[in-house]
């Protein structure tokens, strides 16, 4: 395990799946298909990944005073996941997503957030001793941005690597204040766009987008683009990473394990292209299995697993 302390602030959900042939179009109703409940939200998702592929973690989040949420701190322990700073609403159910995949792998999501959306700055200021002693902070959007930006400040002044996942996708533009306290930043070709302006479908659009991007603010653009890896913007350089090809059963966790595996690799002093490779094999070890949580890959997978 490394050394190097990583904090994930983010939320924490039960994810309730159905998986069918095809996604239902609006006031349509299909039987059939399968159900089951995980462990989810992108926060948790990513502690998971850290943990999962020798990340020494802890995990700063909120959820209710309810079976969801005493369970997630059951399985977040059984990860050895530091679950000390999970604060508890005694008012908001814990965050739920409602998720439908189907037989291509492609999903649809409907998110509750319950007490994800009262984590605060209040509750960030009572863990400001935990980021600041971070050597890498892990964020993402499905918690209050004054929150994400007010964890972001405080790691930023203490010389911690800031690392935001701009997903879901913010509905209006990142602040030059939270900017100016990313290290890195890594949206999927959606995010990429929101972000900058610009559609991202290849690699040249995916240059112009990490440019703009960059130029708010932010020295290292990773913009992930499912299976044509990833596009990587460092300082003035920039360059494609590939991925295998392979079967993608569900992408439902692609995107956070991606973050986690990153964050694992920066804390093992990868450079930044050897840690999007790290980070693309343990992605597409997530989207050849079923659910969120339960697809993040062990380390030990890492160094057999061919893909």
Known sequence: ???????????????MVVKSDRLPVPGETILGGTFRMNGGGKGAN???????LGGDVTFISKTGNDVFGKHSIEM???ENIKTDYIFSDPELSSGVALIMVDKNGENCIAVASGANSSLSVKDIEKVKDIIESADILLM???????TVEYAASIAYKKGAKVILNPAPAPAGSLSPELLKCL??????????????GIPVCDGESARKAAACISSKGVDIVIITMGSQGAFIKEGNSCYRVPVEKVKAVDTTAAGDTFCGAFCVALSDDYSIMEAVRMANKASGIAVMREGAQNSIPYKKEMLFNQI
């Not at 990513?46 to 999962?52: D, E, G, I, L, T």
């Not at 993402?140 to 004054?146: C, K, T, V």
């Not at 290290?183 to 900058?196: F, G, K, Q």
């Open 1 to 15: 395990m490394s050394t190097k302390k990583i904090v994930v602030v983010g939320s924490c959900n039960t994810d």
């Open 46 to 52: 990513q502690a998971v990944a850290v943990a999962r």
């Open 76 to 78: 977040f322990d059984e």
């Open 140 to 146: 993402q959007l499905e918690i209050p941005m004054e």
């Open 183 to 196: 290290y890195a930043i890594i949206p999927n070709e959606t995010e990429a766009e929101l972000i900058s």
